[in-house]
């Protein structure tokens, strides 16, 4: 069910039998934000937070602001959608500025990536705009915390154990400690049934070591694709 800062505060005073008085709203929110925050931590890759993005590259340039592709917590893959395009290949950024200096740094078709300071680093440099997309898990919005009757921005699954976070709270500044950690073990126990139901495998997808893909590597971009580098 999906579930609003309103409709879980509702449900924290139902349960609590406490009005606006005795349990005032920013009690709620911060309990609620508390928790949301918890779950997030757990994984870098929830599936809601999904995305697609698309850029498109400048010739002779090699980094690229991550924050003005898209609110991204995570990048997954970037794959070099126009013609004669490929997936590019991530690596760490170490190796990359020991290849791609002085007469080997000329721009060609961009073949591999690295990432550092929350900037996407193309190697080599294009030498022409290319339309890249790029596949990431995004940032969650906290919009839900101002604008009350919005979806709180979280997996359906979890909504409800929200009001099960702040009803532990609650019952803790009451000084009830055995409602507090009844609530308290709720909402765990649900968090860690929703996180397993969340993120195992399909059943239907085997497990297959690097999916049977060769994946190019740098000696071999230089021996043929940088063959005529610097030249």
Do not use: C
């Not at 005032?24 to 995305?51: C, G, H, M, T």
């Not at 698309?54 to 898209?70: D, E, K, L, M, W």
């Not at 000329?106 to 022409?128: E, N």
Request: aromatic share 12%; glycine share 4%.
């Amino acid at each position: 069910m999906t579930m609003s800062l309103a409709d879980v505060r509702t449900m924290v005073r139902n349960i609590s039998d406490l009005d606006s008085v005795d349990l005032p709203n920013s009690i709620i929110d911060n309990a609620v934000k508390e928790a949301f925050q918890r779950i997030i931590a757990l994984e870098r890759r929830w599936p809601k937070y999904q995305e697609t993005y698309t850029f498109n590259t400048v010739a002779s340039q090699r980094p690229y602001t991550i924050s003005t592709i898209g609110d991204i917590r995570e990048v997954i893959s970037l794959v070099d959608t126009s013609s004669a395009g490929s997936r590019l290949t991530m690596i760490p950024y170490d190796n990359a500025e020991d290849i791609w200096l002085g007469n080997t740094d000329v721009p060609s078709r961009p073949y591999f990536y690295a990432i550092w300071d929350a900037q996407l680093h193309l190697y080599p440099k294009p030498d022409a705009v290319y339309t890249i997309t790029l596949r990431a898990y995004r940032n969650p919005v906290y919009t839900w915390l101002t604008n009350t009757s919005e979806a709180i921005d979280l997996d359906e699954w979890f909504h409800i154990l929200l009001a099960y976070f702040v009803l532990a709270r609650v019952y803790q500044r009451q000084e009830d400690p055995e409602l507090s950690a009844m609530y308290l073990r709720s909402f765990e126990e649900g968090v860690a049934m929703a996180r397993r139901d969340l993120m195992k495998t399909p059943s239907a997808r085997p497990l297959l070591m690097s999916g049977g893909r060769q994946y190019p590597t740098m000696r071999r971009w230089l021996q043929t694709l940088g063959a005529t580098l610097g030249t």
